[in-house]
């Protein structure tokens, strides 16, 4: 039982390069989330999926895109990054939306 | 939406001694309120969590109190160790429509126990 697990773990990009976060979680959950996390900012909710099938925008959604390609898997997309975007990316699961969350390992992401 | 203030942003202590992190929130709505602890490099873990119907829960040295009518929460460490020390977040849920919730986090407090 491995939880929540995202792919990769570090990422380089340079302005303008496209990429996908991948996230998975094998606890049945129903609901996956991406965060951001920025020095003193706490955590920052981008884009949630409350259940197989729907997805909805979070505080920054801005510059991304999300899929939520089964139960299991989460997916979060940078089209055109920006050294704005440059950050520790979590993602999380639950059983049920607004309830105990289970983070993954995180992927920290560099746009230079 | 949720506005979740959390407050000292940083708080040292003296190993032994107790350390007090307090919440406020906006939505009188919102009915979950956990705390996670995310040790450096390593991810936010969930220590404890209370609901809206409950003014306080314990577990071994760490407890958190609420207090619905003021809109604020507690996290209480008790005979801390340094392997206390990490970034503590509050959070709250609040309904965000069609039959969704979602957390809204405070932006941390950086513990340091001094052995």
């Known amino acids: 039982n491995a939880g929540v697990t995202q792919t990769p773990k570090f990422q380089v990009l340079k302005t303008g390069q496209s990429m996908t976060l991948q996230c998975a979680q094998d606890?049945?959950?129903?609901?996956m989330y991406w965060y951001r996390q920025d020095p003193g900012m706490g955590l920052r909710l981008i884009y949630y999926s409350a259940s197989e099938g729907t997805t909805d925008k979070g505080e920054v959604p801005n510059g991304y895109n999300v899929s939520r390609l089964n139960k299991r898997e989460f997916s979060l997309r940078l089209e055109s990054a920006a050294p704005s975007q440059t950050s520790v990316y979590f993602c999380?699961?639950?059983?049920?939306?607004?309830?105990?969350?289970?983070f993954g390992p995180g992927t920290r992401l560099t746009v230079t | 939406g949720e506005n979740v203030e959390q407050h000292p942003s940083t708080l040292s202590v003296q190993e032994g001694d107790s350390a007090v992190i307090k919440c406020t929130y906006s939505?009188?709505?919102?009915?979950?309120f956990p705390w996670y602890k995310q040790e450096l490099g390593k991810r936010p873990q969930l220590i404890i969590d209370i609901r809206s119907n409950v003014g306080e829960k314990k577990d071994q040295r760490i407890a958190v109190t609420l207090n619905k009518t003021a809109k604020h929460f507690s996290l209480h460490i008790t005979e801390t160790q340094p392997e206390d020390s990490a970034v503590y977040f509050c959070?709250?849920?609040?309904?965000?429509?069609?039959?969704?919730?979602?957390?809204?986090f405070g932006k941390g407090t950086k513990l340091s126990v001094i052995p």
């Open positions: 999380a699961s639950s059983a049920l939306a607004g309830v105990e969350q289970y």
């Open positions: 939505d009188s709505a919102s009915n979950y």
């Open positions: 606890m049945n959950h129903n609901s």
């Open positions: 959070a709250a849920s609040m309904y965000s429509g069609a039959g969704s919730y979602q957390l809204t």
